[in-house]
C-alpha cells in the first residue's frame, strides 16, 4: 500500500510501489474514469484543478521524477529545434543521437530515462523542455474529460495523478 503520512495523505514517493497501487486500484479507477465522464466538462476541470493545485504545493517534482525515468513525452519538430537551439547543436544531432519515431509519427526518446535528466533530478535542458514535459502531468489543463484516459495511465506514473484520482474516488 502507498504510504501516507499526516492528516493530509501526503504520499512518500517510491516508484515500484506506486506502479503496485495503481495496478491494485485499475478497476476502481477504470470504474471512476466512466464516471467521471459523465460530469460536465466545466464541473469535472474544476475538481480536478483544485486537486492539482493541492497536490502540486504538497508533491515536489523534483523528489520524483518519475516522468522522466520511466515514460517519453511526444515531441514535435518544433520541440527538437528548441532544444537543439538551447544545446547550441543542430537538431539532426538530437534526432540521431537520441530519438525515434513511434507509431504515432511523434518523436519519443529511444530509450528511458530521459537523456537530459540528472540524478538529482533536475532537467538540463529546462528551459528548452518540450511542450508535453511542460504540460506535464496535464491536471492543470481544460477539458479534461478529452485527456482521462492518458491521467488513467499516469497514476502508475505520477503520484500527483495518484493523489488526484484517490481523492476523485473519495467524492
Known amino acids: 500500500m502507498l504510504t501516507f503520512v499526516s492528516n493530509m495523505e501526503k504520499p512518500v514517493f ?3 510501489e506506486l506502479k503496485q ?13 466512466k464516471k467521471l465522464k459523465k460530469l460536465g466538462s466545466t464541473e469535472l476541470d474544476a475538481r480536478i484543478h483544485a486537486l492539482h493545485k493541492q497536490y502540486e504545493e504538497e508533491i ?3 523528489d520524483c521524477g518519475n516522468c522522466c525515468k520511466s515514460i517519453s513525452p511526444a ?6 529545434e528548441r532544444i537543439a537551439k538551447y544545446l547550441k547543436v543542430k537538431p539532426s544531432k538530437i534526432v540521431a543521437d537520441h530519438m525515434e519515431i513511434d507509431n504515432e509519427g511523434d518523436y519519443v526518446f529511444r530509450s528511458q530515462p530521459c537523456p537530459f535528466i540528472g540524478e538529482d533530478n533536475y532537467c538540463s535542458v529546462y528551459p528548452a523542455r518540450p511542450r ?3 504540460e506535464y502531468p496535464h491536471t ?3 477539458r479534461q474529460h478529452q485527456i482521462l484516459n492518458t491521467s488513467q495511465k499516469n497514476i502508475a506514473v505520477c503520484p500527483i495523478v495518484y493523489a488526484i484520482f484517490k ?3 473519495k467524492m
Open 60 to 62: 515536489d517534482c523534483l
Open 140 to 142: 492543470d489543463r481544460n
Open 14 to 16: 517510491d516508484p515500484e
Open 132 to 134: 508535453a514535459c511542460r
Open 167 to 169: 481523492e476523485l474516488r
Open 75 to 80: 515531441m514535435k519538430d518544433r520541440d527538437i
Open 21 to 33: 497501487q495503481a495496478a491494485s486500484e485499475q478497476k476502481q479507477n477504470k470504474l471512476l474514469i
